[in-house]
């Protein structure tokens, strides 16, 4: 009886163990930082330093500082670059009658982001930026999210990508945002506009480090595989000529901290090369873009 009640007592306090370290367990993953970054994550009030490979969990509060860079593999799904001076919060919403599908959340608090999204969480998981005067939901996978002030708020869409927007106030209601557009949200009103393709191209290398910046290591190479899909969608759709120029070769990861981080794209000698360091380059199935 006294073993039986030891194995018991042993069981339940295996369970138990189980259960805190599932909920310990992180949702996302560095995958890039530069300059100074830092987490804020409860209940410690303090800030903490953010480095390459730490883990990330929902309600983390994540800051640059001047001149830094970060970017994260969430889920293994989607991709967040970050500017410098912003500030940005990861949520997530359970699922209700109502709306069935849980929501992945990036609260936008300051600055600026980029978050690209594969095509197939979209059809599980609904995947929103919000800031103070707009909800973005993201359906075509890319967006630039922009918040230099409470008054002004600024969505950029990439190749291929689309969102729908919400208001804040009712009256104003909601736009859907088309493939390279930009939306002004002002406390008043919606402008939307086109913008090219190289405009995007310039909003987004201004976001974020590029590849893996340690040795590599699998969830880096994710969010890099997911990153060069975004520029076969944009090579498939207006060609090699149109994103990078007749006869020029481009690295959208350049080498990072001594280190050849990304891949190379070039249309010399009759084709597309797409080279990865040791690694081979992902079959170009359709999933959604995320990040450069």
């Given amino acids: 009886m006294k073993k039986s009640f030891t194995s018991l007592s042993f069981a339940v306090l295996w369970f138990v163990f189980q259960i805190a370290a599932a909920g310990a367990a992180g949702i996302g993953i560095v995958t890039g930082v530069s300059g100074e970054a830092t987490v804020r994550r409860d209940p410690t009030?303090?800030?903490?330093?953010?480095?390459?490979?730490?883990?990330?969990?929902?309600?983390?509060?994540?800051?640059?500082?001047?001149?830094?860079?970060?970017?994260?593999?969430?889920?293994?799904?989607?991709?967040i670059t970050m500017k410098e001076h912003s500030q940005l919060q990861l949520r997530e919403e359970a699922g209700t009658a109502a709306q069935p599908k849980k929501k992945s959340i990036v609260n936008l608090l300051a600055g600026s982001i980029r978050t690209v999204v594969d095509r197939d969480m979209l059809k599980e998981t609904d995947f929103e930026v919000r800031t103070n005067l707009a909800?973005?939901?993201?359906?075509?996978?890319?967006?630039?999210?922009?918040?230099?002030?409470?008054?002004?708020?600024?969505?950029?869409?990439?190749?291929?990508?689309?969102?729908?927007?919400?208001?804040?106030?009712?009256?104003?209601?909601?736009?859907?945002?088309?493939?390279?557009?930009?939306?002004?949200?002002?406390?008043?009103?919606?402008?939307?506009?086109?913008?090219?393709?190289?405009?995007?191209?310039?909003?987004?290398?201004?976001?974020?480090?590029?590849?893996?910046?340690?040795?590599?290591?699998?969830?880096?190479?994710?969010?890099d595989s997911l990153m060069l899909q975004a520029s076969f969608e944009a090579v498939k759709t207006i060609g090699l000529g149109g994103v990078f120029g007749a006869g020029r070769t481009t690295t959208p990861d350049g080498a990072v901290d001594g280190r050849g981080g990304g891949y190379t794209i070039t249309n010399s000698g009759g084709g597309c090369t797409v080279c990865g360091?040791?690694?081979?380059p992902p079959p170009q199935k359709q999933i959604s873009p995320p990040v450069h």
């Fill in 277 to 280: 360091g040791s690694e081979e």
């Fill in 45 to 79: 009030p303090q800030s903490q330093k953010v480095k390459f490979k730490d883990d990330l969990f929902w309600l983390d509060t994540l800051n640059t500082g001047a001149g830094s860079r970060l970017r994260a593999l969430i889920q293994q799904k989607s991709v």
């Fill in 135 to 223: 909800v973005a939901a993201i359906r075509g996978s890319d967006l630039i999210g922009d918040k230099q002030s409470d008054d002004e708020v600024n969505f950029y869409t990439g190749r291929r990508a689309s969102a729908t927007l919400f208001h804040s106030d009712p009256a104003v209601g909601g736009r859907d945002l088309g493939e390279l557009q930009r939306a002004r949200v002002f406390r008043d009103r919606i402008e939307i506009s086109d913008i090219s393709e190289s405009e995007y191209r310039r909003l987004s290398r201004a976001l974020g480090p590029r590849g893996a910046q340690s040795d590599l290591h699998r969830q880096a190479r994710i969010g």
